[in-house]
């Protein structure tokens, strides 16, 4: 299996003050998996440089790319950018390419690009920009760390401008089974045939619908072949009809 | 200030791969902050035996407690408590106490209690259980990390049971003020500000609303005074009416 390993990293405290709901990394998980990049990590850290060079210099050692949202705004609390830069030991300043997209920017909608705005323009020397479609303040690519904003539609935007230029790997198909029986039913069964089919992975997921106990079972791989047989076993040992 | 701190570890394929939308973060988040626990990071790993361990020992070194979900059903993929164990270098096995609660719910249930099921009864020696409500099979705190279910009414559950037992910190309060106004026009004078008053926490949260740019502005802490005081001069700053 030759899939690209990722890793991402969100940058927020106001994540883990319970005060905003994260909802980039689900949308990323998605995008990755259908690209067939495995998402292998997620850390979600403080508005802290120390914290942030430490996650970026840990997560891009270990995984293919290092995808981070959160912290490229205007204001004192947005400091991912210097913090990438110096993780991976890049000069950082205020570029022409960066700063002629602001202007620009500011100038369509009549605002000021004031010196909090300018900061903004703040890229490492050596990254490609990422396109910011919504409000120009653009991401970056530094080597293998993909800087994003956090706001969910830039995010995003920023995103599917950026999955094009990053190769993909071969499909991660799955295929689900929904069990009208709990886990404790069909595990010895599950487990075994799990053991038969060394190249798939099987996850089990309980539920409780209506006071009643159920299970989706996913299976996941690459070979399609090795995933019909095994989901037709599966449907064999544990199917409603079954 | 002397909050303590915490890590949470998430558990769960589901959740890398973009099937499954993590609920218990958020709740557990707002849970901590509501009891002057500050959560400092969060990491979400495969069901991977060897990276469920490293996560636990880098976590709870580096924190007051660390809060797990996800990984302890029957199912071949459940593999927490196991890699806990590992981690802190305790033994597990089926402990009576575990049992006991499995085997009076399964008669309640009129279900066996088989080899699967039984499997949620491995404790590690020297934990204490957490209680759960809905479906009988336990959490357990072993010293500082806290093992709970990845159902979110299960983990919910869990956590109302476990955090009466956990000491709090003083009261972590934040205000908001929601400034009709881009982040790009308030960065200076909000950097000031927060530079004023050092021991607070200033954060600015963006957000587009039929097309016109706003901004949340929060401060955190835990002095009351001080915190009056901030909001008095941000509103005077930047308020609406300012």
Redesign the interface.
Known sequence: MTNPTAAMLVIG??????????AN??H??????GRGI??????????EHD?IVEAVIALRAAHDHLFTSGGI?????DITADAVAAALGAKIDVRGDARALLAAHYQRTG?EL????L??ARIPDGADLIENP??AAPGFSLENVHVMAG?P?IFQAMLSGLLPRIAGGAP?L?QMLDVGR???????P??EL?QRFPGL????????RNGA?GTQV?I?GTDAGQLDAAMVELSKLLGRTG
Not at 201 to 208: A, E, H, I, K, V
């Open positions: 405290d106001e994540i883990l003050s319970g005060r905003t709901r994260d990394m689900h990323l998980a998605g995008e990755l998996t495995r998402l292998r990590e997620v850390r979600i850290v403080p508005d914290r705004g205007p204001t004192h609390d605002l004031n010196a909090a705005r900061r903004m919504v409000s706001v539609a991660l799955s709990g886990e404790g039913e069909i595990a010895t599950l487990g799990a992975s099987f996850g089990s997921y309980p539920y409780l106990h996913v996941r």
